[in-house]
């Protein structure tokens, strides 16, 4: 009954350093999404998809990018890390539409030096 | 771009009072949805409106969607320590279901 797990829960980086996120969801929703969520700023979206091998940019991409090679996963990578980047970054999926419940993971904590 | 707004920013209310936070969005919403958020935790899903002037009850809530499908509005009576955390709601994106727009938030503290 996992629903949708994020990995690492927690993670510190340098300024400059890459690294990738991974959400994997097991009840073979088609849309998934990355969020970031900062103070007072609500959830913005970064990048989402409709399907397995589909990525589309949400409202800020800048700095990020993503891949769906499977169905059940979704990676949001950074390049090169910037402080600007420090936020809790939340992956959700749903359905089939987003007009349909979305299931959030459990969050990743990643705080840029 | 479509903006979805919520007031107030931040509530805080004594045990036992009511709460109410307000969505306003910049563009006509086909639906809405209305998420929780408990402090450290996840947004959870707790209900989606779809009809010009919709009321819906989950006991001690009440949720309302406008005449217009511009706002909404999330309603506790009788608040509970339990009801702390942040609150969203969340309209389809301008032009399709592909993705929604996400409230500013409310956040509620219930003072014992």
């Known amino acids: 009954n996992a629903g949708v797990t994020q990995t690492p829960k927690f993670r510190v980086l340098k300024t400059g350093q890459s690294m990738t996120l991974l959400c994997a969801q097991d009840?073979?929703?088609?849309?998934m999404y990355w969020y970031r969520q900062d103070p007072g700023m609500g959830l913005r979206l970064i990048h989402y998809?409709?399907?397995?091998?589909?990525?589309a940019k949400g409202e800020v991409p800048d700095g990020y990018n993503v891949s769906r090679l499977k169905k059940q996963n979704f990676l949001l990578g950074l390049e090169s890390a910037a402080p600007s980047q420090t936020s809790v970054y939340f992956c959700?999926?749903?359905?089939?539409?987003?007009?349909?419940?979305?299931?959030f993971g459990d969050g990743t904590r990643l705080s840029i030096l | 771009g479509q903006q979805v707004m919520q007031i107030p920013q931040y509530q805080h209310v004594q045990e036992g009072e009511d709460f109410t936070t307000y969505c306003n969005s910049s563009t006509t919403l086909s639906n809405i949805q209305w998420y929780k958020q408990r402090p450290g935790g996840h947004p959870v899903f707790l209900i989606q409106l779809v009809k010009s002037g919709e009321v819906k009850k989950q006991k001690r809530l009440t949720f309302q969607f406008g005449e217009a499908k511009k706002n909404s509005s999330l309603h506790i009576t009788a608040t509970q320590t339990t009801d702390v955390g942040t609150y969203f709601c969340?309209?389809?994106?301008?032009?399709?279901?592909?993705?929604?727009?996400f409230g500013t938030g409310t956040k509620l503290q219930v003072i014992p």
């Open positions: 009840m073979n929703h088609e849309y």
């Open positions: 969340a309209g389809p994106y301008s032009g399709g279901y592909q993705k929604v727009t």
């Open positions: 959700a999926s749903t359905a089939d539409r987003a007009n349909q419940p979305q299931h």
């Open positions: 998809s409709v399907g397995e091998g589909t990525t």
